[in-house]
């Protein structure tokens, strides 16, 4: 780790390396509730990371010991190089956005935005222009003499962020940031939080519930729960391929099967034997299968690979979602653009990848391999 | 309805009429050539000329002032610091126990609490005079303080002080750039009324003046004894101004802090 520490340094900006690490992090509190066991992570410079979990995961807990307000009672944290543990908040090249913005009330735009730079003792003639790049930042110009109260929640959440960045920190902690907008106005964030992010540069580690949100802004994103990172990965393999049933609900809506591996290739459920595309499990092992309601299609009862009965069906605008009860009385989700008629019998076909077979208790290290293996057999076959 | 509201308004000002009739009495029979009050005889400032030639009331007037100032000022910086160390105090059941300690000495009667004063100051051999009445009105008005500054720190959103931290404020900085100002209003009310309870007291200042000292409502109350004398009613109408042009300050801050508070209500509901 001392090589790392100092490598990293010397590491120009091009390249990449970790700017914090979370080491073995632990913690106790006092009322014994334990928030966060064994919490291993490495955050890269430049990327926009989301901690993702519901609520009482540790996701808040996680980033009040990156930004030092909150002392973990096992573990370290590193900075850049540097072991910050027990460094004061106020001396850490972090900033973070919070959860009701908590701006100055007494203190309007200009004077909130200017709080960090004046504690530094900058000179008026430098705060000036890098307040006035802040708010341009976030699209705020011509709102530095408005008082606090008089800005909508959206603008809060601006002058919020530009209080924040204005300090050009290393990394920026948003603790869900979004969270009082409404639908509209927090999609329009999400989109211009990402291109703030870009044109910065700089890391940015969004907390959140929402996981249409850290779906839609991360780079990579941590799904955290009971404490513990569950899994560690890129949205697309987060939703694609969750390492375990809790990831699996909760990103994105599933069917959800207990299952049997009957030899690599050929998996058991709902009483049926199916091809797929996972492999390297013991014969007969249990195993769990996750089928995306937006992977089903609805065929003709004698192509379907599976025949089940309409529950209900609602229009939700761009799709049907529709609740079907197979042969062997498994419920099924289906999104499909084609509507179907109650109590109608239909077939319900996917393909053998749309199959994805989850091994009970698997650590993120073993599915990570197991899920290599297939894409090196895969290029063989090319 | 109508005739309900105008007996309403009646009778507000019938009760209004009872409580000021008193002082415009005592403040018409100022204006009185006579030596009584059984009498207005004809209009004249002579007790008012004769109260600022009186060197000894004017030494007594200005002393008052300086004992309220000083009290209160010294009480609120106490006060201040005392509802900060209870709003700190974790356990809740701990908390309620100091403020009940504080709310007790609020309400229990200023004789009793003047007594016991007397007795703890010759006790330790304190001597009666100014420093005696200084101690027994900072500790009278602290609890006062305590309890007009502890609502804003209950209201105080803490996430502010770890936004600070976050910027990269010392202590002392979120201390002062970002609490003060937000106690700042519960601070200068009870300042304010510290003040006020310093210059009307009498009972407690009764107890622990000696004999170098007496305060503006000791030394009225001892004259009114001695016979009654027109130079009191001309020094209680001064003293009366006095705390009507206080009420006004009040009036004029609050009503600007209010404006303040309305505004920030409006931002929430937007």
Known sequence: MEEQATGASACSYFCKMDIIQLKHINKRYDDGFIALKDINLKIESGKFYSLLGPSGSGKSTILRIIAGFTQPTEGEVWFDGKNITDLDPAKRQINTVFQNYALFPHLNVFENVAFGLKI??????????????????VRLDGYANREISELSGGQQQRVAIARAIVNEPKVLLLDESLSALDKRLRKEMQFELRAIQKKLGITFIFVTHDQEEALSMSDEIFVLNDGKIQQNGSPVDIYDEPINDFVARFIGESNLLPGRMIQDYEVEFANHHFQCADAGMKANEKVEVVIRPEDLDIVAPEKGKLVATAQTQLFLGDHFEIKAIDTDENEWLIHSTNG?????????????????????????????????SYEGEESNDE | MKKRQVLAKTYLLLVLIILYIPIFYLIYFSFSSGKDMNQFKSFTWAHYQALFQDNRLLAIFLETILLALLSSLIATVIGTMGALAISMVRKKSQQKV???????????????????FLI???ALGIGLNFGSVLLSHIAFSIPIVVLMVLPRLNEFDYALVDAARDLGASSYQVFTKVMLPAL?????TGLFMALTYSLDDFAVTFFVTGNGFSTLSVEIYSRARQGIDLEVNALSTVMFLFVLLLVGIYYFITARKNKKTRKGLGGLIK
């Open chain 1, 120 to 137: 530094k003792k900058l000179p008026l003639s430098q705060i000036k222009p890098k307040v006035k790049d802040a708010l341009h930042m």
């Open chain 1, 340 to 372: 179907c008629q109650l109590n109608e019998r239909i077939g319900l076909y996917f393909d053998p990848e749309d199959i994805h077979v989850m091994r009970q208790h698997e650590s993120q290290a073993d599915f990570d391999a197991r899920l290599e």
């Open chain 2, 98 to 116: 100091l403020l009940s300690l504080n709310n007790v000495l609020m309400v229990s009667p200023d004789v009793i609490i003047g007594a016991s």
């Open chain 2, 120 to 122: 703890f100051f010759t």
């Open chain 2, 184 to 188: 700042i209003p519960g601070i200068a």
